[in-house]
């Protein structure tokens, strides 16, 4: 079985809404939309107060000569206002607000459940793919959010060989992937081709930890009948298995070297399963990302669910679905435990990158009093980009910026396997933010000064 080569972590899976099929949520009253749902410069609102808008309708652009998508309505109605939203992030954001009025589509957009395949539409091309898939607004949709027409143009020194497909969901407690490949494999495998021909590859993989053995059975299955370049690679279990650098590490055994390398530099193009899935909406059925699969879970939560979610559905709805907040303290978690943000507040909206909605106690939650370093070097054990958190976590406290920038920094994924793992409670995860925020504020500052 294989794995990746360095660190890792062992956290209780907690997967308990891995038995429960995907249901519809109900549309929200008012959906919000907010302009800063990817990686790169927010979109730009092109819709006005009052204007009418359909399910599909395109309610931001692209920022101009930036890293940018565009955002569509998921719901039908009327354009209530253009303000702002505490987002995800805990920032105030610029967002579209729509009164939900009935459940119009457009017209454009096939809703038929007929699969559609390559076959079906052989004058399809490598720039078509790459055009639909940009027109769509699709982004990474395991959480970093990285547009994914982008990725399928990587610069032309670099050769791409490979399509690799995310489908571990690493993180504890998670299981929309797993749902979503249970249910929708024939347009996942289909999505997974539409991105090799984007690619222009001739081998793809799609990677699963072994705690999915229904999911790796079914889609080997299918890929043995109908996709013989598709191979599906069963992964020990093991975080952060779904990181890319490690995934590639466990998959093809090519390690990417530290920033500003990518990983199409050593020949791989990552994509998350969900991704592969909203690739074949757009394609296929002209559909554009304003939905997506929302794990909403916890151990207090009486009716741990999956939803297939519009965006712009606040939290607080989805977790009033599953029962309602349980009694007593509790932390609200976007994503999951390891690398998944505290909210602020439940009226959070879903977003292309929302995974996942945690509820945990007080008691689960809280975090044990810090004590001082004991030299155990767990954590560099546990690193998977092979680094010393311990130095990194105290050079950051410190202000010592060249020095954590001298011990590769910013080669850190943020996973949170060093804090995990320390027997002294030390918040090494949060010093390293910190200090790779402030490095790489550096790094640009620099680069724009020699521009200059």
């Given at each position: 079985m294989k794995t990746f080569r360095i660190g890792g972590v062992h956290p209780a899976e907690n997967k308990l809404s891995a038995a429960e099929p995907i249901k519809v949520a109900e549309l929200p009253k008012v959906a919000v939309f907010p302009m800063g749902q990817h990686i790169?410069?927010?979109?730009?609102?092109?819709?006005?107060?009052?204007?009418?808008?359909?399910?599909?309708?395109?309610?931001?652009?692209?920022?101009?000569?930036?890293?940018?998508?565009?955002?569509?309505?998921?719901?039908?109605?009327?354009?209530?206002?253009?303000?702002?939203?505490?987002?995800?992030?805990?920032?105030?954001?610029?967002?579209?607000?729509?009164?939900?009025?009935?459940?119009?589509?457009?017209?454009?957009?096939?809703?038929?459940?007929?699969?559609?395949?390559?076959?079906?539409?052989?004058?399809?091309?490598?720039?078509?793919?790459?055009?639909?898939?940009?027109?769509?607004?699709?982004?990474?949709?395991?959480?970093?959010?990285?547009?994914?027409?982008?990725?399928?143009?990587?610069?032309?020194?670099?050769?791409?060989?490979?399509?690799?497909?995310?489908?571990?969901?690493?993180?504890?407690?998670?299981?929309?992937?797993?749902?979503?490949?249970?249910?929708?494999?024939?347009?996942?495998?289909?999505?997974?081709?539409?991105?090799?021909?984007?690619?222009?590859?001739?081998?793809?993989?799609?990677?699963?930890?072994?705690?999915?053995?229904?999911?790796?059975?079914?889609?080997?299955?299918?890929?043995?009948?109908?996709?013989?370049?598709?191979?599906?690679?069963?992964?020990?279990?093991?975080?952060?298995?779904?990181?890319?650098?490690?995934?590639?590490?466990?998959?093809?055994?090519?390690?990417?070297?530290?920033?500003?390398?990518?990983?199409?530099?050593?020949?791989?193009?990552i994509q998350n399963v969900g991704t592969a899935y909203a690739v074949y909406e757009a394609v296929m059925k002209n559909k554009p990302l304003f939905e997506r699969v929302v794990t909403v879970t916890g151990k207090q939560l009486s009716k741990p669910s999956n939803f297939?979610?519009?965006?712009?559905?606040?939290?607080?709805?989805?977790?009033?679905?599953?029962?309602?907040?349980?009694?007593?303290?509790?932390?609200?978690?976007?994503?999951?435990?390891?690398?998944?943000?505290?909210?602020?507040?439940t009226e959070v909206p879903i977003c292309k990158g929302s995974s996942g909605v945690l509820i945990m106690s007080g008691k689960e939650a809280r975090r044990g009093e810090p004590q001082p370093c004991i030299r155990c070097a767990k954590c560099v054990s546990a690193c998977p980009m092979g680094l010393e958190p311990y130095l990194l976590a105290t050079a950051s406290g410190k202000k010592m910026w060249d020095k954590v920038e001298g011990e590769d920094i910013t080669s850190c994924i943020e996973c949170g396997s060093c804090q995990f793992t320390c027997p002294s409670n030390r918040p090494l995860l949060d010093l390293i933010r910190m200090g790779k925020q402030t490095v790489m504020g550096n790094i640009r500052a620099r680069q724009m000064a020699a521009k200059k």
């Open positions: 790169g410069a927010p979109a730009v609102p092109c819709v006005q107060k009052g204007d009418k808008v359909k399910v599909g309708t395109r309610i931001a652009n692209p920022m101009e000569k930036a890293l940018s998508t565009c955002i569509y309505s998921s719901v039908s109605g009327t354009v209530q206002k253009i303000d702002t939203i505490i987002d995800a992030s805990g920032y105030a954001k610029p967002a579209v607000f729509i009164t939900v009025e009935g459940d119009e589509w457009e017209e454009s957009i096939d809703r038929s459940d007929k699969l559609v395949t390559l076959k079906d539409k052989p004058e399809l091309t490598p720039e078509d793919i790459i055009n639909k898939v940009k027109e769509a607004g699709i982004v990474g949709m395991g959480g970093a959010c990285f547009p994914t027409h982008v990725k399928l143009m990587p610069p032309p020194q670099f050769k791409p060989e490979w399509v690799i497909i995310n489908a571990v969901e690493c993180e504890p407690y998670l299981t929309a992937d797993h749902r979503l490949m249970l249910e929708k494999a024939d347009e996942v495998l289909v999505g997974v081709d539409l991105l090799m021909m984007a690619a222009k590859v001739k081998k793809g993989y799609i990677g699963i930890e072994e705690n999915k053995p229904d999911a790796i059975k079914l889609l080997s299955e299918k890929c043995k009948a109908q996709y013989p370049n598709i191979e599906v690679v069963p992964l020990k279990t093991k975080y952060p298995q779904g990181g890319e650098k490690q995934l590639i590490d466990a998959v093809v055994r090519r390690q990417v070297p530290a920033p500003p390398a990518l990983p199409v530099s050593v020949g791989a193009i297939l979610t519009r965006m712009g559905t606040p939290m607080s709805q989805l977790i009033e679905a599953c029962g309602g907040l349980p009694d007593g303290d509790c932390k609200v978690i976007g994503g999951g435990p390891m690398m998944g943000k505290a909210l602020l507040n």
